[in-house]
C-alpha cells in the first residue's frame, strides 16, 4: 500500500514536471523600496519557480540547478514596464528573447536570458543559446551564468548583446568562433 502512494506521487511529481507551463508564471519578481532613487530593476530581485525552459528540463540545462526561469515581460507589471503609455524594453531596443541563425549554420537558434536556483539554493542569471534539432526539439547549445539573480536582457536587433540595465550602454556581445565552432560572450 505504501509503495502504491508513493508510486502515485512520484508520478504526479513527474507529470507536473513535464506539463508545460506559461514562463510568466514560472518567474517571480521582487522590487524593493530601497536604494532610493534607483531604477526598478536595479533594486529588483528575480526568482526562478519553474523547472523547464522551452520543454527543456532544467537540469538537462546544467545538472546542478533545481529551478530555472526564462525573463519574460509578462511578469513584470505593467506600472514599471510602461511608461507614458510606451513600453521601455522596445524603447530601449532590448528583449529577453530572440531567434536567429547566430552562427549561419542553417539551424534555427535562440537567444534567452533567465534565472536559476541550483540544488545548493545558490541563484543567478544566466544567458542561453538554444538550437532547434531537425525533429523541431530545442537543445542547449551554449550556457553563460551571468552571476547574480537580477535583471538581463537581449538586443532586440543587430549583434546579440547581453544589457544589464535598460538604459544604460555596454554590455557583452555574444561572437561565434567558426574555427573552433564555439560562442563566447565579450565584454564590452
Request: hydrophobic share 40%; proline share 3%.
Amino acid at each position: 500500500m505504501v509503495y502504491k502512494k508513493v508510486c502515485s506521487l512520484s508520478f504526479l511529481l513527474l507529470l507536473f514536471s513535464i506539463l508545460p507551463v506559461k514562463a510568466e508564471d514560472s518567474l517571480r519578481l521582487r522590487v524593493f523600496d530601497e536604494p532610493a532613487g534607483k531604477e526598478w530593476w536595479q533594486r529588483s530581485e528575480f526568482l526562478a519557480a519553474g523547472s523547464v525552459i522551452r520543454e527543456i528540463p532544467a537540469h538537462q540545462i546544467d545538472s546542478t540547478w533545481h529551478y530555472a526561469s526564462e525573463f519574460v515581460k509578462n511578469a513584470i507589471p505593467s506600472e514599471l514596464l510602461y511608461n507614458n503609455g510606451k513600453d521601455i524594453m522596445d524603447e530601449a531596443g532590448i528583449t529577453f528573447s530572440r531567434y536567429g541563425d547566430f552562427n549561419s549554420d542553417g539551424a534555427e537558434d535562440l537567444a534567452l536570458v533567465g534565472i536559476y536556483e541550483d540544488c545548493n539554493l545558490q541563484a543567478g542569471s544566466f544567458f542561453l543559446i538554444l538550437t532547434r534539432n531537425k525533429s523541431g526539439k530545442w537543445h542547449v547549445s551554449f550556457l553563460k551564468l551571468l552571476g547574480e539573480p537580477k535583471f538581463a536582457a537581449i538586443s532586440a536587433k543587430g549583434a546579440v548583446e547581453v544589457k544589464f540595465c535598460i538604459k544604460c550602454e555596454g554590455g557583452a556581445r555574444l561572437q561565434w568562433n567558426s574555427q573552433t565552432r564555439e560562442y563566447t560572450l565579450k565584454t564590452e
